[in-house]
């Protein structure tokens, strides 16, 4: 068995992970991620629908994603190094925000857009005909499940407009900007091992010691950080931290359908990322002139909770059918494609939706969790403030009584990081959805 010491090791190599590795190298820690897969990216990150929006339910939230947003814009400039794959390209298309008489959450997010100062835009009904022609301005909702005998009924009304932020957009390639990030982070002298998984968190004299491997493998270090996605709480019930902690989290299978623009329009150039809470999904522009659906995890559909080592990966015939037709009332002209296409994964489901970013009540042993299906937008800022948190903990911060506040690199805003904290209580203010 052999022995090697690290000053952080760090548990998954997806997009979190990466950036954590990322931004601890910079400051000069010697990191190793370990990940049971064999690249980076080839967990939950590599299904993400990457985009990134200021959509959230908090002032937190909304300022966290334009905190987040602005890496993206200065990718090259980030990474600082040298990627044989190449860079990720960011698509800033837009995001539209589709609006109606009884949507709460898109008129909050509007009021925190102004507060924070984010650049947005206000389009009538004629606006969005204007400038997306293909979408019908209808009143639909509440969604509802295509076996719905009122699925098929008349719009009873119109929508009221829309909210347009121009600064959104997508990411092309996730898993690639978790290799970006590696290489970057590998440019500081980080070490990633793959097919590498922790099957042990080990402790000494009352704080964490270091993991050990499946192949027996350990490795000392001590601070540990649990990245490990829908895994996550399974890396906690393994650290015995699991019951410590207020707020928890679970894998939530979820699916993404791609089919192809209405014919003649071209959806990769015009197109925009879209909200739709009215119809119960969003969808983006995607590769070869194809748009790619989600769910807005309406009420109506079921939340299938998981074993992430044992879920159904193919997707499902009713859930196809209930986010491409409620595509079809939005976008008449769309059409059903004989061939179901599409991603199912897992989005690692907070109790209320909001990530972890904490240490926890083992010291040494740290969490950036609980993403929701709605942080990897958030990779580099996230990556920022567990680096200033595990930087400051082990120096002696006592972050559980005098929560640490840092300072986006970009924007100057003040981020708490006390507001994902572990032992909060469920935050009433947050959508419980995807939308975060
Ligand atoms: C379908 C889908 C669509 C999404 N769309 C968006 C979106 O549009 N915008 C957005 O901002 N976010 C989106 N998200 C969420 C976003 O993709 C995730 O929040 C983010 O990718 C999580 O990254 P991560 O590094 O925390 O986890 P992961 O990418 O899941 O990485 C965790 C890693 O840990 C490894 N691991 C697990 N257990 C062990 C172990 N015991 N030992 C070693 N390694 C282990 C896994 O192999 C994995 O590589 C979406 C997610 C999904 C699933």
């Not at 008129?107 to 857009?113: G, H, K, N, S």
């Not at 440019?187 to 080990?202: H, K, L, R, T, Y």
């Not at 890396?235 to 791609?258: C, D, F, P, W």
């Not at 009332?329 to 970013?357: A, C, E, F």
Request: a negative charge; one cysteine or more; proline letters at 5%.
């Amino acid at each position: 068995m052999t022995t090697t010491r690290f000053d952080a090791i760090i548990i998954g190599s997806g997009v979190i992970g990466c950036a954590t590795a990322h931004e601890l190298a910079r400051r000069g820690w010697k990191t190793l991620n370990v990940d049971k897969a064999s690249t980076a990216g080839a967990g939950s990150t590599i299904n993400s629908c990457a985009i990134v929006r200021f959509s959230y339910s908090t002032t937190e939230g909304v300022t966290l994603a334009w905190e987040g947003a602005q890496y993206w814009n200065d990718w090259e400039n980030y990474i600082r190094a040298d990627d044989e794959l190449g860079l990720i390209e960011y698509h800033q298309c837009g995001q539209l925000l589709i609006r109606t008489d009884d949507d709460r959450h898109v008129e909050r997010v509007a009021t925190l857009w102004a507060d924070i100062g984010i650049p947005f835009e206000t389009w009538s009904v004629d606006d969005v005909k204007t400038r997306l022609p293909i979408l019908d301005t209808g009143l639909f909702g509440p969604p509802k499940r295509p076996d719905d005998k009122h699925f098929w009924d008349d719009p009873h009304g119109s929508i009221t407009g829309a909210y347009f932020s121009a600064e959104a957009g997508y990411v092309s390639d996730p898993q690639l900007s978790c290799h970006n990030l590696q290489r970057g982070a590998e440019a500081n002298g980080a070490e990633f091992w793959f097919d590498a998984e922790v099957v042990s968190v080990n402790r000494e004299n009352d704080r964490v010691s270091g993991v050990t491997l499946n192949d027996g493998r350990s490795v000392e270090s001590p601070v540990v950080i649990n990245v490990a996605g829908p895994h996550s709480y399974i890396i906690n019930q393994i650290a015995g931290v699991y019951n410590s902690m207020n707020i928890k989290t679970k894998a939530l299978r979820h699916e993404v359908h791609h089919v192809p623009a209405p014919e003649g329009f071209d959806f990769m150039n015009k197109g925009v990322v879209a909200a739709d809470n009215d119809s119960g999904i969003y969808f983006r522009p995607e590769v070869g002139n194809h748009i790619l659906i989600g769910s807005g995890d309406p009420d109506c559909d079921p939340r299938e909770f998981v074993d992430p080592d044992n879920y159904d990966t193919s997707l499902s015939q009713s859930q196809w059918e209930a986010q491409v037709l409620r595509a079809n009332r939005r976008i008449p002209s769309l059409g059903v494609p004989h061939q179901k296409k599409g991603i199912v994964d897992l989005y690692d489901v907070s109790d209320d939706w909001l990530p972890i970013y904490d240490r926890t009540d083992l010291d040494g042993f740290y969490v950036a969790i609980g993403t929701s299906g709605n942080q990897y937008k958030n990779a580099g800022v996230a990556g920022h403030m567990m680096a200033e948190l595990v930087i400051a903990v082990e120096a002696g911060h006592d972050h559980d009584h005098d929560p640490l506040v840092v300072t986006g690199a970009y924007t100057g805003c003040d981020l708490n990081i006390g507001f994902f904290s572990r032992n909060r209580e469920i935050n009433p203010d947050s959508s419980m959805t995807v939308h975060g």
